[in-house]
């Protein structure tokens, strides 16, 4: 018998009818013999009208202010997934972030997890109570009620579940797991039944966002099992069939019983790339371009620079879409005339494709198979990067979809191993 944490977010919450089925889940651990701590999101869609209350007050809103605001969505969740406890028979007990003592530093809206006192719940648990905590929520030093930023509960589950040593932490989706590529743009797409937390990471920072990124990081550094799987499932198939369901993302590669190559190719829309071009090819060049652009707080991605010709080069990066046009207005007031660039262009109509999987460590050729397949499609590829474990390439957005599937097929993914 283990200690089991789940984790439901705001669509398995999303009404009344939703948290009694959790309930009736939760119960189920329960009475195999687990203690169990259950974290909550708030109910589907809340959080988003709490910030766009105070938005209606505050267009740019006070950011303690605004924690105080949008943390109040779990604190509904969390009572009401009790009484539904209670209500089963079960001994239940709410708590929300800041009354578990989960201390985080002080950076409204997007809080940091420092430490999590773990007596209160331990108690609870012993005592045969179902622990139920805010997802989302902490507290400062002085307080002060804090958020961990959108998607946070995962991160609140993640660190129960470290503090608490549990056996496995299952995160409890509106999906049954994290697959091979999206299967709206690749309707062949298969359920991974593990992948490890690297190619997580970058797939998760890629855009299959099944789990808020620092979750996977956190669990990653303090070596908890993680899981997700269908809250949409019926509450009272078989534990044993349930407790295997979905895709558990693993430590070490040798666990990984699907020996695959690739396990997922991730994509990304929200690209856009500017070239600077005609610079001079001497040091202090990268630092000069991308100085102003870091302290402008614009994040770059991918980066390259020709080897120069007569002494010039050209330099060309990538930003996030939604930083491209003040990223191009730091290069032209700031960077151009400076380092005398002959030229600053860009386009934000391309996006990032990337293969991931820890195969790729022991396999050569991969690279070449997928500029080739993207060749036979007639892509063009405009910028490329790798990593051990993943090939990312950069190409217009109108051949997205026709790259991810042409790729999935050429790799076929559809096939279980
Ligand atoms: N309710 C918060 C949000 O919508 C946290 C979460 O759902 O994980 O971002
Ligand atoms: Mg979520």
Redesign the pocket.
């Known amino acids: 018998m283990g200690l089991i944490v789940h984790k439901y977010?705001?669509t398995s919450v999303g009404t009344v009818e939703r948290i009694q089925s959790v309930a009736r889940r939760v119960a189920k651990w329960k009475s195999a013999g687990h203690q169990v701590v259950v974290v909550v999101?708030?109910m589907s869609g809340?959080?988003?009208r709490l910030i766009g209350l105070a938005k209606q007050i505050q267009a740019e809103p006070d950011a303690r202010e605004l924690d105080v605001i949008?943390s109040t969505?779990?604190q509904v969740t969390i009572g009401l997934l009790a009484m539904a406890l209670l209500q089963l028979g079960l001994k239940a007990k709410s708590y929300t972030g800041p009354q578990v003592r989960i201390l985080t530093d002080d950076a409204f809206t997007k809080a940091r997890i420092l430490s999590i006192d773990e007596s209160h719940m331990r108690a609870d648990l012993d005592a045969g109570t179902v622990v139920v905590v805010a997802?989302?929520q902490g507290t400062d030093d002085a307080g002060n009620i804090t958020?961990?930023?959108?998607?946070?509960?995962?991160t609140?589950a993640v660190a129960l579940a470290a503090a608490l040593k549990a056996d496995e932490c299952l995160i409890y989706t509106d999906v049954d797991g994290v697959y091979t590529t999206d299967p709206r743009v690749v309707p062949e797409a298969r359920r991974l039944r593990t992948v490890t937390f690297e190619e997580m990471l970058e797939m998760a920072s890629l855009g299959s966002k099944v789990l808020?990124i620092r979750s996977v990081e956190f669990a990653g550094k303090y070596k908890v099992p993680l899981r997700v799987l269908s809250s949409m499932t019926d509450p009272d198939i078989p534990l044993a069939e349930e407790a295997a369901s979905g895709t558990l993302i693993t430590f070490e590669e040798d666990q990984k019983m699907e020996q695959a190559i690739i396990s997922g190719i991730a994509f990304n829309r929200d690209e856009a790339k500017i070239t600077v071009t005609g610079v001079p090819d001497r040091p202090g060049i990268a630092y000069a371009i991308l100085g102003p652009v870091s302290d402008a707080n614009i994040d770059v991605d991918m980066i390259i620079q020709n080897t120069g010709a007569q002494g010039m080069t050209d330099f060309s990066f990538t930003v996030h879409r939604g930083e491209y046009q003040k990223a191009l207005e730091v290069l032209n007031t700031q960077v151009k005339a400076h380092i005398k660039a002959s030229d600053i262009s860009g386009d934000n109509r391309v996006c990032k494709v990337s293969m991931v999987g820890v195969g790729m460590r022991t396999h050569a050729g991969i690279a070449a198979k997928m500029f080739r397949t993207l060749a036979e499609e007639g892509i063009n590829i405009q910028m490329i990067s790798t990593s051990e474990i993943k090939i990312a390439v950069v190409v217009d957005e109108k051949y997205m979809e026709l790259a991810v599937r042409a790729l999935h097929r050429a790799f076929e993914l559809e096939q279980p191993n």
């Not at 958020?147 to 995962?154: A, F, I, K, P």
Request: net charge negative; aromatic share 4%.
């Open positions: 977010g705001g999101s708030a809340e959080t988003n949008a969505g779990e997802g989302f958020t961990l930023g959108r998607g946070g509960s995962d609140s808020q």
